[in-house]
């Protein structure tokens, strides 16, 4: 069993920066692991994806260019490094862990999620 927990959420200005984490309970330097988010309202959306050893990433097409997304399997933790912040980027963002070396976009192909952390971004 995996447990995530998501920090560095808060509220920022437009054109900022955050730094997202994930924090998991243990091994998962064999996992494919994701960033999702989900506004009011609106559906939980792919963000952003990472393989098992941090080779290959994965953006919806949102972020890509603002956003980064790694890995410390020695920490056992993933971040979200987010540049150039849109109001649109406002949402409750959460971790995602899959135990296969192949990595997907969809929300059914994790098993493992955090509680999520809040991410506003004021105009």
């Known amino acids: 069993q995996v447990q995530l927990v998501e920090s560095g959420g808060g509220l920022v200005q437009a054109g900022g920066s955050l730094r997202l984490a994930c924090a998991a309970s243990g091994p998962v330097f064999n996992y494919g692991m994701g960033w999702f988010r989900q506004a009011p309202g609106k559906e939980r959306e792919f963000v952003a994806a990472?393989?098992?050893?941090?080779?290959?990433?994965y953006y919806a097409d949102s972020v890509k260019g603002r956003f980064t997304i790694s890995r410390d399997n020695a920490k056992t933790s993933v971040y979200l490094q987010m540049n150039s912040l849109k109001p649109e980027d406002t949402a409750v963002y959460y971790c995602?862990?899959?135990?296969?070396?192949?990595?997907?976009?969809?929300?059914?192909?994790?098993?493992?999620w955090g509680q999520g952390t809040q991410v506003t971004v004021s105009s």
């Open positions: 995602a862990a899959r135990r296969s070396i192949v990595v997907v976009i969809t929300t059914r192909g994790y098993s493992y």
């Open positions: 990472i393989n098992w050893s941090g080779g290959s990433t």
